[in-house]
């Protein structure tokens, strides 16, 4: 699994996919599916959820399916590691490929 700092990951996030968060796109070690951080906020999850770590399905009914990285099994070994500056570590989901949206 891939284990980076926060300040790598959010740079790798920025040159995949650009500034605008909205944009990021995380894939789901559970179901497979693709989800943006976009469709979170128009599922009308509120500020506290995670794309990077829940899939869609724990905000709307019938897409996906409700893991959680911060879950039991975490990412399933399926995702990266990220080293915040306290030094905790958090299992997130994988970046996805734009062109999988
Ligand atoms: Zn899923």
Redesign the pocket.
């Known amino acids: 699994m891939i284990k980076q700092t926060l300040k790598e990951w959010r740079e790798e996030a920025t040159k995949r996919f650009g500034k605008d968060a909205n944009n990021w796109v995380f894939k789901?070690p559970?179901?497979g599916?693709i989800n943006t951080v976009k469709e979170f906020t128009e599922a009308g999850a509120d500020g506290s959820s995670s794309p990077y770590q829940e899939?869609i399905?724990r905000y709307k009914k019938g897409y996906?399916?409700d893991?959680a990285a911060y879950g039991l099994f975490g990412n399933l070994g399926k995702g990266r590691v990220v080293v915040t500056p306290e030094g905790k570590e958090i299992e997130v989901f994988d970046f996805a490929d734009k062109e999988d949206v």
């Open positions: 789901c559970h179901c599916r899939c399905g996906g399916c893991w």
